[in-house]
């Protein structure tokens, strides 16, 4: 297995957590992030306005939403292509946990395949509709709900080649869009405990909202997110 860390050679600051990454993971290479917010790396990609699927996305995507998907499709492009059946693709913020990140990766050499899409995320939100297998406290499981974040997803050829065909046109964030199965055609799977935490940086993504504007933000989201679990996995 491979690993791919998508990092934006500028933002020095990371750059010590990505050299330890390099040590950390297996057979890991640096993928240079997209800038959202240089036309020069964004030409071409088709945008809209939350509205290209069910249910509708409320909010408008920013540069760093943007360059964020565009990354992981880079990666997604690089599975894709190559002859490992599935690759693991890791933000530059991630942390592991050895011992813990070590069991989770006994799991994933044993049920990984072409067509696996496994999220490995630093909170313990979802909830499983059954184990499909253990080792030490690391449980393997569908969950009802897929839970947000892409800090390190390992992803199989074949759901490489679905992912990429699903977001040839980008509505949504990447991670609220691994969320629908329905459109991708992807279940989703989870490992937890998994010794993955996210370290602190300034965010590359996030930006400055209105104070006025947080109350609706909040409405908006939870409406959102409610719309989403009435369309929850099957096993």
Same mark, same amino acid.
């Given at each position: 297995?491979?690993?791919? %860390?998508?990092?934006? *050679? ?42 290209? $699927?069910? &249910? &509708?996305?409320?909010?408008? #995507?920013?540069?760093?939403? %943007? ?51 496994? /999220? ?8 499983? #509709? ?11 499981? #569908? &969950? /009802? ?32 869009? %691994? ?23 300034? *965010?590359?993504?996030? $930006? ?23 369309? &929850?996995?099957?096993?």
């Amino acid at each position: 297995m491979r690993s791919y %860390i998508i990092h934006m *050679s500028t933002t020095v600051g990371r750059a010590e957590n990505v050299a330890r990454l390099l040590k950390q993971l297996p057979q890991a290479e640096v993928v240079e992030a997209v800038d959202g917010s240089d036309p020069a790396q964004t030409k071409g990609v088709a945008l809209e306005p939350g509205t290209l $699927h069910h &249910p &509708p996305y409320p909010f408008r #995507l920013n540069s760093g939403e %943007i360059g964020c998907f565009l990354s992981h499709r880079r990666c997604w492009e690089k599975i894709a292509q190559g002859d490992e059946p599935f690759g693991l693709i890791a933000e530059d913020d991630l942390g592991i946990d050895p011992a813990q990140f070590s069991e989770a990766l006994n799991l994933i050499n044993r049920y990984a395949d072409e067509d696996s899409l496994i /999220r490995l995320p630093s909170k313990t939100r979802e909830k499983p #509709l059954g184990a499909i297998a253990r080792q030490g406290p690391a449980a393997l499981f #569908l &969950p /009802r709900t897929i839970g947000l974040q892409a800090v390190c997803l390992v992803v199989g050829r074949a759901a490489a080649r679905r992912l990429l065909e699903a977001s040839t046109t980008i509505d949504r964030p990447v991670d609220t869009t %691994i969320q629908m199965h329905w459109v991708t055609g992807q279940p989703v799977h989870t490992i937890q405990p998994n010794g993955i935490f996210v370290v602190k940086f300034p *965010s590359t993504i996030q $930006h400055k909202t209105r104070t006025s504007n947080v109350p609706m933000r909040e409405i908006l989201r939870a409406r959102y997110r409610a719309k989403i679990r009435r369309i &929850p996995q099957t096993a």
